[in-house]
Structures are given as C-alpha cells and as structure tokens.
C-alpha cells in the first residue's frame, strides 16, 4: 500500500510546548489550591479541551472551578506563553516544507483551534497543510482514534495510505487505531510507554530523520 499523506501531531512534535502546558496546568492549579497527581501529566497528554478541563474541574479543584471557565483561563495563560515566545523543534518547519514536496499534510492535534492556527502561522507552513484538526472538532481525544480519522476523512485519503507522526503514548495509540502507519519521535522529557511505542514501525531520534524515502520504504 502506497503511503499518499502525512498527519503531524503538534505538541511534542512541531513545537516543544509539553514543558508549557505542564507549567501553566500545574500553575493554575496551584493558584487555585487544588493538587497536582503524580499521573497527572501523563493523563492529560492528547487529552481534548473537553477532556482536560473538565478532569482539572472534577479530579484536581474538587469542582472549584466549572470547566468551561478552566479551559478559557488556561487557553488565555497558553496564549499569553505563546505570545512570549514559540520554541519550535530542532528541523520542525524545514521538516514539513520538505515532506510536502512529497505527500499531501495534515495535521491532528489535542491543542485548540485557536492555538494551532497561532503555531502553524508562526512556522510560516499554514498554506502546505491540507486539512488541519483539532480534537476539539471530534466527540474523543487521543487514544481514541477520531482526531486521526477526521484528519483522514477531510484529506479525503484512507487511513492505511497515511503516516502518522506521533511523540506520546496516547498519541501513538490513537494514530494506530485509527489504522494508520506510525513513526514515533520520542520527546525526551516525557517518553512514551514501552507498550505504546512498540506500536510504531519506526522509531526516529529526530524530526530530520525523516524523509520522504523513508515514508515510501514503511508503505512497502
């Protein structure tokens, strides 16, 4: 099966914003006097807005906070972080511009609408992706499949024509189930689960490493 398209997560992926979304998460939570859970970080990665918020609602402010008013604060600090500064991945953009030359993009991300499109027009690529998601669109985030399949359905290719790149452990659960090829691009700080990551058919140490003769090779 030829490989005709390449879905890109962003966070871990594109840009290193883990690191932020954990600060300003574990921050709020803190300003509010709630409690931050050993496997809190964990959980929360490719979790949608829904899903996060109302978790930080329920299980981390004991419902101080509604959800709707946790996700709207945290967006705007995410927005205010953002607005700082952006700290790409090594190669992230000369990555994109050069898989595009080759394969049609798109993109799935548990990040919100408003904060992909802030990414993707700092990097300069908006115009080389064909369609973009964010979980928000879809009734599940990551592990469930949806984000990945919509992104699928928009670019009008089948899944198994796909390759997904991936960095976390429910990413890569999720890009699977929805029956795509997937390459794992580990971030460092936060690797994925050994179970996770052996569902990846390769494994790269860098966005670089990536290439469209790669890509052709897994379709193989």
């Not at 946790?70 to 953009?93: F, G, H, K, N, T």
């Amino acid at each position: 099966m030829s490989i005709e398209a390449i879905v890109f997560d962003m966070d871990g992926v594109l840009i290193d914003t883990e690191p932020i979304w954990e600060e300003v998460r574990r921050g709020y939570i803190d300003d509010l006097g709630g409690r931050w859970l050993p496997d809190t970080q964990d959980r929360l990665m490719g979790m949608s807005t829904v899903e996060w918020a109302r978790y930080l609602s329920a299980d981390l402010l004991d419902g101080k906070r509604a959800p709707e008013q946790v996700a709207e604060d945290v967006i705007e600090r995410m927005s205010a972080r953002y607005a700082e500064r952006l700290p790409l991945m090594p190669d992230a953009a000369e990555t994109v511009r050069r898989m595009s030359e080759a394969f049609t993009l798109g993109l799935a991300s548990s990040s919100p609408r408003k904060l992909i499109d802030v990414v993707l027009d700092h990097m300069g690529v908006t115009e080389l992706f064909r369609a973009t998601v964010s979980t928000e669109e879809v009734e599940r985030g990551k592990p469930a499949p949806d984000g990945y399949l919509e992104a699928a359905a928009r670019l009008d290719i089948s899944p198994d024509r796909c390759v997904a790149v991936e960095d976390s452990s429910n990413g890569l659960r999720s890009a699977n189930a929805a029956g795509m090829t997937v390459i794992a691009v580990p971030h460092p700080r936060y690797p994925p689960a050994a179970d996770a990551l052996a569902l990846a058919a390769y494994t790269a140490d860098r966005l670089k490493d990536l290439t469209p003769e790669l890509l052709s090779s897994l379709g193989d």
